[in-house]
């Protein structure tokens, strides 16, 4: 390839007028997008695909259409609206950001505006300012950094090659098309990595900018962008404790708002730790006196490391007042209204309880 000739953002709009995917947060051709669209779609598809996001999405919308409405609900509604979705912290600063909004009467429309809000950081606030407000600026999702690697050749394994990849994508951006149409052109990156320039074999011969493309011509995009070898997850262990009452009800408590799965519901358990525990060091744990049998294990696998729980089982005809300090007992119908997260639902299931 020419070294001086740079993709043009003509031709990948070209193809996006022709080929933009319809989501459900994304604005018609033609229409302004709604920032409380794009803000929430953006927020709930950090570390998460769009198949995911999409039932979700709608069902905010349906629970809470403005962001004044979600900025007025109460906390533990959102966190079971948010319940199975991930990443957790997510919905918390989701709600501190609505109320922010809410605050000052709308959205800021500048980067540096919406830096300022709970939960939005590096690229999300480019992200929401391209699409929602036609802001010139080049989100860099990891679609972008695999389109970039691919379009300049960059060879140097991630994460060591952000800020080479970052440079590179704003550059495609700089130019008169993109400046002119950015928020179409921050989606059509998007569309490009995420329909053309994929992880595995990409379809380079339907890519409307397969003739500059370094990586395409050196025969090597599909190996691009490279990564360093992964740390095996460190292994942590530990147990949960299904306990029923004599009306069918389930013992659950709420985890400390902060930290991993902050705020969420739960089954009483025990701390999670690097080494193997003994079957009386489990029961230590124990959320009260019964005959607790076995019922199976989980494992879930976390971003920093995975999980592997026994869980129990026990059954009491009441269960004591003293047990009741800081937990409550849910209605097996009522399971599916709480936040319960895909880890304690492993749980419930393990333990013979339907949780859907």
Request: proline residues 10%; hydrophobic residues 45%; glycine residues 10%.
């Given at each position: 390839m020419n070294p001086f000739v740079l993709p043009q953002a003509a031709d990948l709009l070209h193809w996006y007028d022709r080929h933009r995917r319809i989501l459900p947060w994304r604005a018609a051709p033609g229409e302004c997008a709604d920032p409380y669209h794009v803000w929430l779609?953006?927020?709930?598809?950090?570390?998460?695909?769009?198949?995911?996001?999409?039932?979700?999405?709608?069902?905010?919308l349906s629970l809470f259409p403005t962001v004044d409405a979600l900025a007025a609900a109460p906390e533990d509604q959102v966190m079971r609206a948010w319940a199975g979705l991930g990443y957790y912290a997510r919905a918390r600063n989701l709600h501190a950001c609505?109320?922010?909004?809410?605050?000052?009467?709308?959205?800021?429309?500048?980067?540096?505006?919406?830096r300022a809000l709970p939960g939005i950081g590096s690229y999300t606030a480019p992200a929401i300012a391209a699409i929602a407000f036609?802001?010139?600026?080049?989100?860099?999702?990891?679609?972008v950094e695999r389109v970039a690697a691919r379009l300049f050749a960059i060879e140097t394994p991630l994460p060591a090659a952000r800020r080479a990849l970052a440079q590179a994508a704003a550059t495609l951006g700089a130019n008169e098309g993109a400046r002119a149409r950015p928020s179409d052109f921050a989606q059509a990156l998007f569309d490009l990595g995420a329909t053309i320039c994929t992880p595995?074999?990409?379809?380079?011969?339907?890519?409307?900018?397969?003739?500059?493309?370094?990586?395409?011509?050196?025969?090597?995009?599909?190996?691009?962008?490279?990564?360093?070898?992964?740390?095996?997850r460190p292994e942590r262990h530990?147990?949960?404790?299904?306990?029923?009452?004599?009306?069918?009800?389930?013992?659950?408590q709420r985890r400390p708002p902060e930290?991993?799965?902050?705020?969420?519901?739960?089954?009483?358990?025990?701390?999670?730790?690097?080494?193997?525990?003994?079957?009386?060091?489990?029961?230590?744990?124990?959320?009260?006196?019964?005959?607790?049998?076995?019922?199976?294990?989980?494992?879930?696998?976390?971003?920093?490391?995975?999980?592997?729980?026994?869980?129990?089982?026990?059954?009491?005809?009441?269960?004591?007042?003293?047990?009741?300090?800081?937990?409550?007992?849910?209605?097996?119908?009522?399971?599916?209204?709480?936040?319960?997260?895909t880890l304690m639902r492993k749980g419930l299931m393990a333990a013979g309880q339907d949780a859907a």
């Open positions: 779609s953006e927020i709930m598809l950090q570390q998460t695909t769009v198949a995911a996001v999409v039932p979700y999405y709608n069902r905010f609505a109320r922010a909004v809410a605050a000052r009467g709308g959205f800021p429309d500048t980067i540096e505006g919406l036609n802001i010139p600026a080049v989100p860099v999702d990891g679609n595995k074999r990409p379809a380079c011969a339907l890519c409307p900018w397969r003739t500059p493309c370094r990586a395409r011509a050196a025969g090597i995009a599909g190996l691009l962008p490279g990564r360093e070898p992964k740390r095996a530990g147990a949960l404790f299904h306990l029923s009452d004599g009306a069918g009800r389930v013992l659950l930290g991993l799965l902050g705020g969420m519901t739960e089954l009483p358990g025990t701390p999670w730790r690097e080494g193997a525990w003994t079957v009386p060091e489990l029961l230590r744990f124990a959320p009260a006196e019964a005959e607790w049998t076995p019922a199976g294990t989980v494992r879930h696998v976390f971003t920093h490391f995975a999980l592997t729980l026994a869980v129990y089982r026990a059954h009491l005809p009441s269960v004591p007042d003293a047990v009741l300090a800081g937990r409550f007992l849910r209605d097996p119908g009522a399971l599916a209204g709480e936040a319960l997260p």
